[in-house]
């Protein structure tokens, strides 16, 4: 299975972008954090997206890990 | 804005690791305290400042999504049938604060679905495999310890459809640095399920469409860690390693073998092993580039014993329009590998130990494209008196979400969603 070039260059700037980071990692104190407390800064899915991770999780078979099912409580014809 | 001192320093070594696991290990996941389906897990995430707006107050969300897709791979019908199917979700989550510490939390809704697929099942159209209704409850209690960074949670549920009757229970716990720079959580849950088995019309022997019983188990672990980076920058690692024992095939899923045909009674039901190992890992990434705009990142990497392998990329761009109204255009690319077990209509061989043509475990790519709106002005969107002692209820915000979805194998999907939030003083 190869990934197209798209989501290579997605990825690698992801990781490139989460190691540069982290190689720069700094102490943030809480007066400084108004960009961090951000709704959209949030480190998980909004709420609404679980309806799309149920049936990602069904249609794919490749599910868990994502708030949508892993396997209890079907739902999933 | 600072460097940190020594202590600091092994910490964003262990951080760097952690976050290079997706390259190294085989999995796919990301961090969702937000469960809203199936789940009594409460809320881990990392404890904010408070938000004087609605500190103490009872929240109501109700949630609603209609999903529509079609296809022409259906399981039922030995991978050519039919995937038309419909789905309506509406949902009520209700969160309780006792105390300043302690929460409770109510998870309440049903999914009504419509699908020509199952309809197959009987070979006749409208039959009483045509549409279920599917209802789910779950219940949580979290607790704040004194050190106010660790946070403590049960949770149970239910869900009954007509054929699949589940239990789960699931504790959880998440500790933040003293600084708040960091978290871990930890969340394990367990799912206690039985199946009636329903097989397809022409495979019964007594005369019913149920024939017995059979039971599931899954057993998940799920574990985050996150990260602040800089004002502008956090991330989070996360794995979710699953174990299911027990009925893991469809006995309504027909396969039909290439020695034998594709006539009637030609089929077997789908057969797959009894347990199965899912080890995901995956990696988000949130930046806040400006105050228009912020960039969500965030790619897994999934495998289990199944043989399937599988990449997901997706990225959201929240467009703040004013202070209180953001638009998110969102993109998600996926592809997997075939289970081992899987091969299409008149591909097996009788001779083969397990075997399905569900296009679910096919080997695929799938691209989802959409766009969000939120709209939550600060004094709320309106206010309402409530029946319960005159209480003047506030609706707080908006949430509406349209995506659509295509899979190399043919099927589209349509899904929107819409999230009501209010609270009650």
């Known amino acids: ?77 | 804005m600072h460097h940190t001192s020594s202590p600091f320093v092994p910490r964003c070594a262990a951080a760097l690791l952690l976050a290079l696991l997706p390259a190294l290990a085989w999995a796919q996941a990301t961090p969702t305290p937000n469960r809203v389906d199936g789940y009594g897990t409460p809320n881990t995430t990392a404890p904010s400042p408070p938000n004087p707006s609605n500190h103490g107050e009872t929240e109501l969300n109700i949630l609603t999504s209609y999903y529509s897709q079609d296809g022409n791979r259906g399981a039922v019908e030995g991978g050519i049938g039919t995937q038309q199917l419909t789905d309506l979700t509406p949902t009520i989550i209700l969160n309780v604060p006792l105390d300043s510490a302690t929460r409770l939390s109510a998870n309440l809704g049903l999914d009504y679905y419509s699908s020509a697929s199952t309809d197959r099942i009987d070979q006749v159209n409208s039959s009483p495999s045509s549409s279920d209704t599917r209802f789910h409850a779950d219940f949580g209690y979290s607790r704040a310890l004194a050190d106010k960074r660790t946070i403590v949670g049960l949770g149970a549920g239910v869900s009954k459809e007509y054929d699949y009757l589940s239990f789960n229970i699931t504790g959880s716990w998440a500790k933040a640095s003293a600084d708040g720079n960091r978290e871990l959580s930890v969340a394990a849950q367990a799912f206690f399920d039985r199946a009636t088995l329903i097989l397809p019309v022409e495979l019964r022997t007594n005369g019913r469409r149920e024939n017995g019983s059979d039971t599931r188990q899954s057993y998940n672990l799920n574990v985050v860690y996150s990260q602040v980076l800089n004002q502008r920058l956090q991330l989070a690692v996360s794995t979710e390693l699953v174990a299911q024992r027990g009925l893991l095939s469809t006995p309504f899923h027909r396969v039909y073998f290439r020695e034998t045909g594709g006539g009637y009674g030609a089929a077997k039901t789908e057969l797959l092993p009894r347990q199965r190992l899912k080890y995901p890992v995956g990696l988000r990434l949130n930046y806040y580039a400006t105050d228009l705009l912020q960039v969500r990142g965030y790619y897994r990497f999934y495998n289990d014993n199944f043989g399937i392998t599988a990449h997901t990329f997706e990225l959201e761009t929240p467009l703040k329009v004013t202070p209180f109204f953001v638009l998110y255009p969102f993109y998600r690319y996926h592809t997997q590998t075939a289970a081992d077990y899987f091969a299409p209509y008149l591909s097996h061989s009788i001779a083969d130990e397990y075997y399905t043509s569900d296009y679910d475990l096919a080997n695929f790519s799938a691209n989802k494209v959409g766009l969000g709106l939120r709209y939550s002005p600060v004094y709320g969107i309106g206010r309402f008196k409530t029946p319960f002692g005159g209480r003047v209820a506030k609706f707080k915000a908006l949430d509406i979400r349209y995506a659509y979805y295509r899979q190399s194998t043919g099927l589209t999907a349509n899904l929107i969603s819409a999230d009501l939030s209010f609270t009650l003083p």
């Open chain 1, 1 to 77: 299975m190869t990934l197209p070039n798209f989501a290579r260059l997605a990825l690698g700037g992801l990781l490139l972008a989460g190691g540069s980071g982290l190689s720069s990692c700094v102490s943030v104190a809480a007066y400084q954090k108004v960009y961090l407390n951000d709704e959209d800064m949030k480190l998980a899915n909004k709420r609404i997206e679980v309806y799309e991770t149920n049936f990602e999780s069904y249609r794919e078979g490749a599910g868990g890990a994502n708030g949508g099912k892993v396997g209890g409580g079907c739902g999933c014809n």
